[in-house]
């Protein structure tokens, strides 16, 4: 479970239906005295292209990770407190055929602690094709999203599934099921939406100093995953624009070192923690 969870969770990182985006997340310590804060700033820019409503998307994330250890390791944790994640997107999107919209993203992106600049082995390639078809004009209004997303990270030489599908079978509620994210919500007025969310994040960054470990193990990568279900609330300021919280606990997380081939070497994390998240977004969707 944890394994996929990585897999998918690596997978979906980055890959947003966000224009702009400006996000807190809070991990608080758990039992293995591990907490982390994620701040993330998000912003693509769609540029139509011609008359036939061609749009190349051009944009940039950026995610800062502060981890914190109460507990002491068999290591120096000193290269372990700060990591940074740089995207760079740059997309596509046209209409397929009468039925359906094609958008296709490339995203290099620089994963790293950054402690002696930028190297070669910080930087990671990233791709994602889907396609997408909606109706909200429907008596019920649905949207279907099918699509593979290739990410170096995850350590697989083959592209990974994407799939979503919403259904508004109600005027004051809606579902979305799919990977890496499937939702049940409630709409009690067009300015108000309460829901619960089941959802993979996690994040796979270079270390540019290795870590020596025992057993003569060696530490270049830290990774992330978890399975989180969280409660959620979003204010609609606009269609578009929402400030949104969600509060929750991860299902399954596990946090390890690894090493230049991917292998997990040493176990940081695999302890459930409370998860927080607050922000502000104008979406597509």
Not at 195 to 206: A, H, K, R, W
């Given at each position: 479970?944890?394994?996929?969870?990585?897999?998918?969770?690596?997978?979906?990182?980055?890959?947003?239906?966000?224009?702009?985006?400006?996000?807190?997340?809070?991990?608080?310590?758990?039992?293995?005295?591990?907490?982390?804060?994620?701040?993330?700033?998000?912003?693509?820019?769609?540029?139509?292209?011609?008359?036939?409503?061609?749009?190349?998307?051009?944009?940039?994330?950026?995610?800062?990770?502060?981890?914190?250890?109460?507990?002491?390791?068999?290591?120096?944790?000193?290269?372990?407190?700060?990591?940074?994640?740089?995207?760079?997107?740059?997309?596509?999107?046209?209409?397929?055929?009468?039925?359906?919209?094609?958008?296709?993203?490339?995203?290099?992106?620089?994963?790293?602690?950054?402690?002696?600049?930028?190297?070669?082995?910080?930087?990671?390639?990233?791709?994602?094709?889907?396609?997408?078809?909606?109706?909200?004009?429907?008596?019920?209004?649905?949207?279907?999203?099918?699509?593979?997303?290739?990410?170096?990270?995850?350590?697989?030489?083959?592209?990974?599934?994407?799939?979503?599908?919403?259904?508004?079978?109600?005027?004051?509620?809606?579902?979305?099921?799919?990977?890496?994210?499937?939702?049940?919500?409630?709409?009690?007025?067009?300015?108000?939406?309460?829901?619960?969310?089941?959802?993979?994040?996690?994040?796979?960054?270079?270390?540019?100093?290795d870590i020596a470990l025992p057993d003569n193990q060696i530490g270049s990568r830290?990774?992330?995953?978890?399975?989180?279900?969280?409660?959620?609330?979003?204010?609609?300021?606009?269609?578009?624009?929402?400030?949104?919280?969600?509060?929750?606990?991860?299902?399954?997380?596990?946090?390890?070192?690894?090493?230049?081939?991917?292998?997990?070497?040493?176990?940081?994390?695999?302890?459930?923690?409370?998860?927080?998240?607050?922000?502000?977004?104008?979406?597509i969707f």
């Amino acid at each position: 479970m944890c394994l996929i969870g990585f897999f998918l969770a690596q997978m979906s990182f980055g890959q947003s239906t966000d224009i702009l985006r400006v996000e807190y997340l809070n991990i608080p310590e758990n039992d293995t005295g591990i907490k982390t804060q994620r701040y993330k700033f998000l912003f693509n820019l769609p540029i139509k292209l011609n008359e036939k409503k061609d749009y190349l998307v051009t944009g940039l994330e950026y995610n800062r990770f502060d981890v914190g250890y109460s507990q002491n390791f068999p290591f120096d944790q000193s290269e372990l407190n700060r990591f940074h994640v740089i995207d760079l997107n740059l997309g596509f999107i046209t209409k397929w055929n009468e039925n359906w919209n094609f958008v296709g993203i490339f995203t290099p992106r620089l994963a790293s602690n950054f402690t002696n600049g930028v190297q070669t082995s910080d930087l990671f390639l990233n791709a994602t094709a889907t396609l997408w078809k909606e109706n909200q004009q429907a008596s019920k209004p649905f949207r279907i999203v099918l699509g593979l997303s290739y990410n170096s990270t995850t350590g697989l030489p083959i592209p990974l599934p994407l799939i979503s599908y919403y259904r508004r079978f109600h005027p004051k509620w809606s579902y979305t099921l799919g990977i890496p994210r499937s939702r049940f919500e409630y709409h009690p007025s067009p300015k108000h939406t309460f829901g619960f969310t089941l959802l993979l994040d996690g994040y796979f960054i270079n270390i540019q100093n290795d870590i020596a470990l025992p057993d003569n193990q060696i530490g270049s990568r830290i990774s992330l995953s978890a399975l989180v279900g969280a409660f959620g609330y979003q204010y609609h300021l606009s269609k578009r624009a929402s400030l949104f919280a969600l509060v929750g606990r991860s299902i399954e997380q596990i946090g390890e070192l690894r090493n230049d081939d991917r292998s997990a070497v040493f176990l940081l994390n695999e302890e459930a923690n409370l998860y927080i998240r607050t922000g502000f977004k104008i979406s597509i969707f």
